[in-house]
């Protein structure tokens, strides 16, 4: 502190959240879009060592405010611009002026006298972005500038005063809720508390100008500004007398030993009409200028869902699993074939796991047998007839997740052995594309459409992109869930060995879904009946489906080797029981295969099949070289891709050989 001027401690505002809540409930009410200033309150305390900070709430708005217990009152105004531009724009010297001039307006009227309060005065230059939720503000409290204000002796705490005990006495006496300004009036042995309308300006010598000082610093806090020059103006006689000052100061103990006493003394007379104001508030940088605050987290209905939404994977991972990689989790996008049953049920799961990016792909429409079964859809959306089911479960999703970044293609998938008309070979040329386009976008797929030939194209296009596939089909009492076989390749494979018995597949030996198959896929549905079309399964068997099938995802997320993961697996199960080695989730299997009728998962493991009609290298490289002009090859003929990849010279060569019967799993989209 300066020898000679006395230097003051400036208030920091504190805002509540509840503040702009309300702000906003106003600003959406079509009779407060107005900009002219609205009058509000605020507090503050002096007793505990927080600094000079001044509060405002929800409450600030209230016609009628009684502030917290052990709080002070503060008198404000709110000029909230409609435009950023506005509020950048605004003259801040003159608006601090026009301010600081009602100050001096209330002094000259005993206004002040009559609610002492009026000298804790501050105002708030804001701009509510509501749209964004951003609040940009910034605060005032006018103060008037007097240079020749200055600290005549040291600076003494009331414990030193030798009458300490009757100022004690009397300073409690007097009532807390007029403590913001008043008077001790001393004369002798006798120390009285009185209000500031008893000034008598001949007994100046006897008073001590006490006021709630909230500052924690041995300098007073900008509240004495105000103070002084409400005397000075009020009794111009005062002008080159020596007014001590008393800040009362609460500590811990609610006692009021360490407050502090000024011998103050203002040398030069003002000129009132010339007076200059300070007082703008500095920002976080400590610069002239103002604040911003983002109440996204706590006003937007989306952000608000997706926290809420969100804690049960938190607290999953701060009670179960602490090094459970959610951030990874909601960057994988996942791009679903089909929403019927299956699709209903993976998107649910996924979005419950906090995916963000789901896409799904599907030519069907709602119709009235899909919402019992199929939880993304309602009986209204069947009733509108026309509605598709890939833009209508993407449109769910997201009214279910706001935060989710959903999308719908309707879309028809070129099958094997399903031969293009001339009249469709363009759209079937836009289609490849978009699909093509849309696996690349993406880091998971999931099979789940109605039958095995519409997974094949999929089944490629993940294996030539490299992506992570996810299987799974229903039978009437059983399910398939199955993770392809990686198509990338790690020298960290060679970290994966057998155990006592077990054996280890590595992750880019595992076969796809077709590798189990020595024939290449027909038209599954040719020369059936309605009812040997539609698939018919136990209720439960598509949601316990569903569920493994993102569950096997997240737990090759979380594994450190991904997609790469080997899969143990044991010709007698009694002996891989409490050997297979886990990952953060459990054991990662090739495949799930589990039985309703006696309530069973057996967890097979196969290899990569050299001659595949979907992932093996024939294929895959015929595609990489002639690109779309292979897949209509396949299209034209299925019989294509055996003669490719030696599968016709090897059934030539084992006649008896028998091939597997499609209705062994029957794999559910519409479940038409």
């Known amino acids: 502190m300066s020898e000679n001027l006395l230097q003051f401690a400036s208030f920091e505002s504190f805002v509540s959240p509840t503040f702009w809540h309300k702000l906003s409930e106003l600003k959406l009410d079509h009779d407060r879009l107005s900009d002219t200033k609205r009058s509000i309150s605020g507090y503050y305390i002096n007793r505990r060592a927080t600094g000079c900070l001044l509060e405002v709430d929800y409450t600030a708005y209230n016609s009628s405010t009684q502030c917290p217990k052990f709080s002070y009152p503060a008198v404000g105004t709110i000029y909230n611009k409609n435009t950023i531009e506005e509020f950048k724009e605004l003259d801040k010297l003159k608006l601090l002026a026009d301010e600081g001039e009602e100050l001096l307006s ?9 609610d002492p309060s009026l000298l804790a005065r501050f105002f708030i230059l804001s701009f509510a972005d509501l749209k964004n939720h951003s609040y940009y503000y910034w605060f005032a409290f ?17 414990k030193e005063l030798t009458q300490m005990t ?16 008043f008077l001790l009036y001393t004369n002798g042995n006798e120390v009285e508390a009185r209000s500031l309308s008893s000034l008598r300006p001949e007994d100046v010598d006897h008073y001590y100008f006490c006021f709630a000082d909230p500052s924690e610093y041995e300098h007073p806090a900008w509240l004495m500004r105000n103070y002084v020059a409400y005397l000075i103006q009020k009794n111009p006689s005062f002008v080159g007398k020596t007014l001590k000052f008393l800040g009362l100061r609460f500590n811990q103990q609610l006692e009021v030993d360490d407050s502090l006493i000024w011998h103050v003394q203002q040398t030069e007379p003002c000129d009132w009409s010339q007076i200059k104001f300070v007082g703008w508030e500095l920002n976080q940088k400590k610069k002239m200028g103002p604040r911003m605050v983002n109440m996204r987290d706590s006003m ?17 991972k701060w009670r179960l699993v602490p090094d459970l990689d ?10 679903l074939f089909g929403a019927g049953t299956l699709g209903c049920g993976v998107a649910r799961n996924l979005l419950s796991w906090g995916f963000k990016t789901i896409t799904i792909m599907d030519s069907g429409k709602v119709s009235y047998c899909n919402p019992v079964r199929q939880s993304l859809y309602t009986h209204a959306d069947a009733a509108a007839g026309n509605l598709m089911k890939a833009t209508t479960a993407a449109k769910r999703l997201k009214e279910i997740n706001p935060n989710a970044e959903t999308k719908g293609y309707v879309i028809q998938i070129p099958m094997p052995g399903h031969t293009i008309g001339e009249s469709l070979i363009e759209q079937t040329k836009q289609d490849l594309s978009l699909i093509e386009e849309q696996v ?45 076989g990686s198509t990338r390749y790690s020298m960290r494979d060679h970290k994966f060995e057998d155990i006592e018995g077990l054996k280890c597949i590595v992750g880019n030996q595992l076969g796809c879904y077709f590798c189990n198959d020595v024939t290449a896929p027909g038209n599954s549905l040719k020369d059936r009946t309605l009812d040997q079309q539609c698939t018919v399964t136990r209720p439960g068997v598509s949601n316990i489906a569903a569920s493994y099938a993102v569950e096997l ?12 993961a080997a899969a143990y697996y044991a010709h007698n199960r009694q002996e891989s029981v409490g050997k297979i080695p886990e990952g953060m989730l459990g054991i990662i299997p090739h495949s799930i295969r589990g039985l309703l009728w006696n309530y069973e998962n057996i967890l097979p493991a196969t290899q990569k099949f050299a001659q595949c009609i979907a992932c093996s290298e024939p294929i895959l490289s015929s595609f990489r070289k002639e690109g779309h002009a292979f897949l209509f090859k396949t299209f034209e003929t299925a ?29 559910s989209d519409s479940d038409e």
């Open 106 to 114: 209330d002094i000259a009227s005993d206004a002040i006298a009559k």
């Open 142 to 158: 006018p103060c008037p500038l007097m240079p020749t204000l200055s600290l005549q002796n040291e600076v003494i705490k009331l």
């Open 166 to 181: 009757k100022f004690k006495e009397a300073l409690l006496s007097w009532p807390s809720e007029q403590q913001n300004f």
């Open 300 to 316: 937007d209905s989306a952000k608000l869902a997706e926290n809420s939404m969100n804690l049960n994977l938190k607290l999953m």
């Open 326 to 335: 959610l951030d990874k989790i909601a960057q994988t996008k996942c791009l």
């Open 440 to 484: 690349q976008a993406h880091d998971v797929i999931f099979l789940l459409t109605d039958s095995r030939e519409s997974r094949w194209l999929p089944t490629l296009l993940g294996a030539v992109h490299q992506k992570i596939v996810v299987n799974s089909a229903l039978g009437f009492d059983s399910y398939m869930v199955m993770r392809h």
């Open 553 to 564: 995802l997240v737990s090759l997320l979380q594994h450190p080797q991904g997609d790469l």
């Open 639 to 667: 019989k294509y891709l055996e003669d490719l990849t030696g599968i016709s010279e090897f059934k030539r060569l084992n006649s008896e050989i028998i091939d597997f019967d499609d209705a062994e799993f029957e794999m």
